[in-house]
């Protein structure tokens, strides 16, 4: 069984599209995360919710949106894609106390053409 | 602000041979930290962490770790590596009351040549 399952792997869109990227965890966490990887590998992250409340919010365009139906899911919704948006996005997971660490998905691939 | 800084972008190293990556984080307060591996194509998979007492930590895959408090390194060694270690390595860390916020360094992508 997957812990960490982000659906669809690989996006490609048009610019000014909206689009969804869902995640999905088994672990029992209630902790969940948004990161985003460039082009260049480095990892910066989004957003973070506990238990369906947002908890982290660093500074990203407000046409990303987070959504946590409940914990142990977090959907990204990006609105007017624009080309900077083309990155692999990650999803992950953890308890809040951080000693497990976190556990990452496999990512969701976005190209804006 | 906390920052991580992996000094080598790249490391070239031959099969069998030993590696070391390093890296150092800046923080005021005591910190956790972490090394994550990411395959080609894949998500990042946990390492080894440091939350407190012994100062080497050893992880999956015959990888350690040591931290050094004075230096504030957290460096990676591998003492043989196979060609199945070629992956990019990114050190983290979190500092305590960060809201859980695990903060990556620029991650070292290892090459390893039969």
């Known amino acids: 069984d997957t812990a960490v399952s982000q659906t669809p792997k690989y996006l490609v869109t048009q610019m000014g599209n909206d689009k969804s990227i869902k995640c999905e965890q088994n672990l029992g966490h209630d902790t969940m995360y948004w990161y985003k990887q460039d082009s260049k590998k480095f990892l910066k992250i989004m957003f973070s919710y506990n238990n369906k409340e947002l908890i982290i919010n660093e500074t990203v365009p407000n046409r990303f949106s987070p959504k946590s139906p409940d914990k142990a899911h977090l959907n990204l919704h990006i609105n007017s894609l624009e080309l900077g948006d083309s990155a692999v996005y990650f999803c992950?997971?953890?308890?809040?106390?951080?000693?497990?660490?976190?556990?990452f998905g496999s990512g969701t691939r976005l190209t804006v053409v | 602000a906390q920052s991580v800084t992996q000094l080598d972008s790249q490391v070239p190293v031959f099969e069998e041979a030993p590696v070391e990556l390093r890296c150092n984080y800046s923080?005021?307060?005591?910190?956790?930290l972490f090394w994550y591996v990411q395959y080609p194509n894949q998500g990042l998979q946990l390492l080894l962490k440091y939350l407190s007492g012994s100062t080497l930590v050893k992880g999956i895959n015959g990888f350690e770790a040591e931290f050094n408090k004075s230096q504030t390194s957290f460096h990676l060694r591998k003492p043989s590596v196979h060609i199945s270690d070629t992956a990019e390595y990114f050190c983290?860390?979190?500092?305590?009351?960060?809201?859980?916020?695990?903060?990556f360094g620029g991650g070292t992508r290892v090459l390893v040549k039969p």
């Open positions: 992950a997971s953890s308890h809040l106390r951080v000693d497990y660490g976190y556990t």
């Open positions: 983290a860390v979190k500092k305590e009351a960060a809201g859980n916020k695990l903060t």
């Open positions: 923080s005021s307060v005591s910190v956790y």
